[in-house]
């Protein structure tokens, strides 16, 4: 039997038989009607329908909530429903506990406290010291940290961000003044398991003490800008 070019619908050969007519026209209408409800898979008011993995067979994409907007999902394979571009994304960290920080050398900030987590940026229980970029959530972010020091005026102390383990960006204590709070600013450009830690330094030759941001120390926070 002959097809048709575009969705290979069976349809009777030039040559066939009259008899043959009947039969022929209810195989090509089933195989319309197949096809057709392929390519139009909306059941309900508001129903959307995007081209499948599967040739001529598309999928339905149901009505999303007030509010949302249409878009790319994490994996780029489909449209999806999300919340608008506008929406803040981002994170604010604090301690409730001091951190010792030995000398010399540097250490990693760790973080107890979430004020606000939008995307899974921190965990309190796994790498508390970082920020990680979630999937889908790419482009540039602010990075504002801060600490605040003991009293000590004898030594030298940095204060610095990491990304993915390496120093990105530092800021220098100006040697002197009773407890110091340092702070550091960056914007950056981060993909996807992409993570942003603080890390402090000080050469007193002892220990020395940070204190949480409830008396008036640490806090650590990113903002998602834009890709």
């Known amino acids: 039997m002959a097809t048709t070019t575009n969705y290979g619908w069976t349809t009777p050969d030039d040559t066939a038989l009259v008899k043959d007519g009947a039969a022929a026209i209810r195989t090509l209408g089933s195989s319309v009607d197949t096809t057709t409800k392929n390519l139009n898979p909306e059941t309900t008011l508001g129903d959307l329908a995007y081209r499948s993995s599967t040739a001529n067979v598309k999928t339905r994409l149901g009505l999303g909530t007030a509010g949302q907007v249409l878009k790319v999902n994490s994996g780029a394979t489909a449209p999806e429903w999300g919340s608008a571009s506008a929406s803040f994304v981002g994170a604010s960290l604090d301690n409730t506990t001091t951190q010792t920080v030995t000398s010399p050398g540097y250490t990693a900030v760790t973080w107890s406290v979430e004020n606000f987590d939008t995307d899974g940026f921190h965990s309190t229980v796994t790498n508390t010291s970082r920020m990680t970029i979630p999937a889908g959530k790419g482009g540039y972010y602010q990075v504002n940290a801060s600490v605040r020091w003991d009293d000590n005026t004898t ?33 950056m450009y981060l993909v996807a398991t992409d993570y942003v830690e603080v890390y ?8 020395r003490t940070i204190y949480p941001q409830n008396s008036s120390g640490g806090t650590f926070s990113i903002g998602y800008l834009g890709a």
């Open 155 to 187: 030594n030298s102390r940095l204060i610095t961000l990491y990304k993915n383990g390496t120093i990105f960006h530092l800021t220098a204590s100006p040697g002197f003044s009773i407890d110091p709070t340092m702070n550091i600013q960056a914007i």
């Open 200 to 207: 402090v330094y000080q050469n007193s030759g002892g220990n």
